[in-house]
């Protein structure tokens, strides 16, 4: 019986890591971590440039739909430091409002400012405001562009938004974007 017990515990298996597992296990961490955070840091910004485009996207999906529904005029536009009206200054990474024309304080949608290094610029025909008709047009003579950056240049995340006289956006990747 002796003899079964002494067998047992000459057998037993060793149990955790020794110091040479761990030290090549955090070295292979480490390079997968030193390959992957670059390319994660990447898929962020894009995935934020988009979720902006999206939103300025549907705020103009939005103020049209509101327009033809309520038959009344409705304005998408930069908003003010108080987020209660329109402004006429800065840029459109302030934030957006859209509201009734006939009564300003029928705020429909407020969108917060967008993160520091982010910018986004309209272009002459979109510098303050896009107006609806109950028609659902806009007051538009051509279409308007507004170009998103990331860190106030023109890179690979850079998206431009186009919007017709008729409040239809289309999206696009674009490099070559004149400015921010």
């Known amino acids: 019986m002796n003899d079964m017990i002494n067998k047992r515990c000459f057998f037993k298996l060793p149990s955790g890591f020794t110091l040479l597992e761990l030290m090549v296990t955090l070295a292979i961490a480490a390079i997968l971590a030193t390959v992957a955070i670059p390319g994660f840091s990447n ?66 949608l407020i969108h917060n400012a967008l993160e520091d290094n982010y910018t986004v610029s309209g272009s002459l025909e979109a510098a303050n405001a896009i107006r609806f008709s109950p028609s659902g047009e806009t007051n538009l003579t051509k279409t308007a562009t507004f170009v998103f950056c990331h860190d106030g240049a023109v890179n690979d995340y850079t998206r431009v938004l186009e919007v017709n006289r008729f409040g239809m956006g289309r999206v696009r990747e674009d490099a070559s974007a004149t400015s921010c």
């Open 43 to 108: 898929l962020i910004t894009s995935n934020r440039i988009s979720s902006s485009v999206n939103g300025l996207l549907g705020a103009i999906h939005m103020a049209r739909s509101e327009a033809v529904k309520l038959g009344t005029f409705v304005e998408l536009c930069k908003k003010n430091s108080n987020s209660d009206g329109c402004t006429d200054g800065g840029n459109w990474e302030q934030g957006w409002l859209v509201r009734e024309v006939a009564d300003l304080t029928n705020i429909m």
